[in-house]
């Protein structure tokens, strides 16, 4: 499951699972570029790369951009998108569709373009992964937050017809569908510090526990190595059972 000596692309990584992924990675011996809108601004870069040693922060913002600042310092051997957006409630009939136009655009069309833009580097090689971090929500459904799992579950569908379409040129495509993770994206520390709130979130796992950011991080290790070379077109929940 070695990802020694790979050179991987992550994106929008100050959120989401991006850090415990970033150090997941290195800890295996990758090469890791990383991408954030932070880092538009030389002091955003030197930051991260100050509180994560070993990382190399690109400047570039469209996806265009990242992919040639990416490919003109390594051939990238995996991408991760690791794409966030808000999970905002409301009922259907009370849904802003702005709101979800939002949704879509950040969690849908950004890396479904990134993809595009990385695919042909990929072809030529005839080798690569693709790996998509979306939500275990899509799986079973979640009352009053149909604009997120709509967006999500958009992206695990393009998972399933993106291995399909590259399978031929040796690239896997996957998605990480977590949920219930021990971190401020799912729930703020305020909540995750009070008993009773947190036994309240805990009882809807089976497992009975929030994941823990490094233990995702080490799946997105796996999908990213030699491991996973036969796998392709899996949406995996990664909920504690829930999904």
């Given amino acids: 499951m070695s990802v020694q000596n790979s050179t991987i692309l992550i994106t929008n990584v100050t959120s989401f699972v991006g850090k415990p992924g970033c150090q997941a990675l290195l800890d295996g011996g990758a090469n890791i570029m990383v991408h954030d809108r932070s880092f538009a601004e030389a002091e955003g870069r030197a930051a991260f790369e100050a509180e994560v040693p070993g990382v190399h922060a690109l400047a570039a913002q469209t996806p265009e951009e990242i992919v040639a600042e990416a490919e003109a ?9 690791n794409d966030d957006g808000a999970a905002k409630r409301a009922k259907i009939e009370d849904a802003d569709p702005a709101d979800l136009r939002e949704a879509l655009e950040s969690m849908v069309v950004w890396p479904f373009v990134l993809t595009g833009a990385m695919t042909p580097a990929m072809k030529a090689r005839k080798s690569g992964k693709i790996i998509f971090v979306t939500s275990a929500t899509p799986l079973r459904g979640l009352p009053n937050y ?6 999500r579950g958009a992206t695990n569908s393009l998972t ?5 379409e590259l399978a031929g040129h040796n690239i896997q495509v996957n998605a990480l569908a977590p949920n219930f993770v021990e971190s401020e994206a799912y729930f703020p520390k305020v909540l995750r510090d009070n008993p009773e709130t947190l036994a309240k979130i805990t009882k809807n796992i089976p497992l009975g526990r929030l994941a823990k950011p490094e233990e995702v991080g080490k799946v997105l290790a ?8 036969f796998i392709t077109g899996m949406v995996m929940p990664y909920a504690g059972g829930w999904a």
């Fill in 73 to 81: 310092l390594a051939p990238v051997d995996v991408l991760i998108n």
């Fill in 146 to 151: 149909s604009m997120y799992v709509t967006a």
């Fill in 160 to 164: 399933l017809s993106l291995a399909h």
């Fill in 222 to 229: 796996f999908l990213s190595g030699d491991g996973s070379d």
